[in-house]
C-alpha cells in the first residue's frame, strides 16, 4: 500500500529535550515535506526536499532541523523543544511530476511542556 | 500573513444541503488550486483541483469555481451528507510552493 508513515504519533516532551520525528514513504517520490498544523493558521511548511541531499526552508523553519540521506526518510529534528513548538506535525511527499498532488502522513502531535 | 484566506472558519450544514467554502489570495503566480479533506486523526488528502485556465471543475458532488479576476475560488459539496464531515482546506501554488488556507471545518447533521 503506498503511503507516509511517522512516528511517533503522539509524542509530550520537556523544554529543552532533543527528539526527531521521523517520516518515510514507499512512492519513490522525489520531494518531501513538513509542516505543521495549529488552529486557526492551517497548515505551515517548515522544510522541504526536493530529492536527497537537497534540502530549503519553508515558512517556519525556526527551531527545526532536517536531514534527507535516503530518498525514502525525511526526519524532523528539534534540538531543543519548547512550548511554542506544539502542534500537530504532517509530512507529505510528492513526484516530481505533480508537486502539487501532495501525500500525507497521519500526523504526529507533539506536546511540549 | 496568511496568502490564502478562506472562510468561514466552520460551517454546519443539514444533510442534503449544499455547503459553500470560500478562498481568496494575492499572489498571481498561483497556478494549481487544490481542496484537501481532513477527517479527524487523519492527514489531509487531496480531493479536487483546478487550474486558472478554466472556471468550473466538478467531481460528483464536489464542485470548484473559480474567478481568476477576483483572485477567489470556492468549493461547493452538492447534497451534503454526515460523511462529509471534516475539515476543509484550500491552498494555492505555484511550482513546489503551496500556501494553505485556515481551515474550514464542516458538519453535516442528519
Known amino acids: 500500500e503506498a503511503q507516509v508513515t511517522q512516528n511517533p504519533r503522539y509524542l509530550i516532551t520537556v523544554t529543552g529535550k532533543k527528539l526527531t520525528v521521523t517520516c518515510s514513504q514507499n512512492m519513490n517520490h522525489e520531494y518531501m515535506s513538513w509542516y505543521r498544523q495549529d488552529p486557526g493558521l492551517g497548515l505551515r511548511q517548515i522544510y522541504y526536499s526536493m530529492n536527497v541531499e537537497v534540502t530549503d526552508k519553508g515558512d517556519v523553519p525556526e527551531g527545526y532541523k532536517v536531514s534527507r540521506k535516503e530518498k525514502r526518510n525525511f526526519p524532523l529534528i528539534l534540538e531543543s523543544p519548547s512550548p511554542n513548538q506544539t502542534s500537530l506535525y504532517f509530512c507529505?511527499?510528492?513526484?516530481?511530476?505533480?508537486?502539487?498532488?501532495?501525500?500525507f502522513g497521519p500526523g504526529t502531535r507533539l506536546t511540549v511542556l | 500573513q496568511q496568502q490564502v484566506k478562506q472562510s468561514p472558519q466552520s460551517l454546519i450544514v443539514q444533510k442534503g444541503g449544499i455547503s459553500i467554502i470560500n478562498c481568496a489570495y494575492e499572489?498571481?503566480?498561483?497556478?494549481?488550486f487544490p481542496w484537501y479533506q481532513q477527517f479527524p486523526g487523519k492527514g489531509p488528502a487531496l480531493l479536487i483541483a483546478i487550474r486558472p485556465d478554466v472556471s468550473e471543475k466538478k467531481e460528483g458532488r464536489f464542485t470548484i469555481s473559480f474567478n481568476k479576476s477576483a483572485k477567489q475560488f470556492s468549493l461547493h459539496i452538492m447534497d451534503s451528507q454526515p460523511g462529509d464531515s471534516a475539515t476543509y482546506f484550500c491552498?494555492?501554488?505555484?511550482?513546489?510552493?503551496?500556501?494553505f488556507g485556515a481551515g474550514t471545518r464542516l458538519t453535516v447533521k442528519p
Open positions: 507529505a511527499s510528492a513526484d516530481r511530476s505533480s508537486y502539487n498532488e501532495q501525500f
Open positions: 491552498a494555492a501554488s505555484t511550482g513546489n510552493d503551496m500556501r
Open positions: 499572489n498571481t503566480a498561483f497556478d494549481y
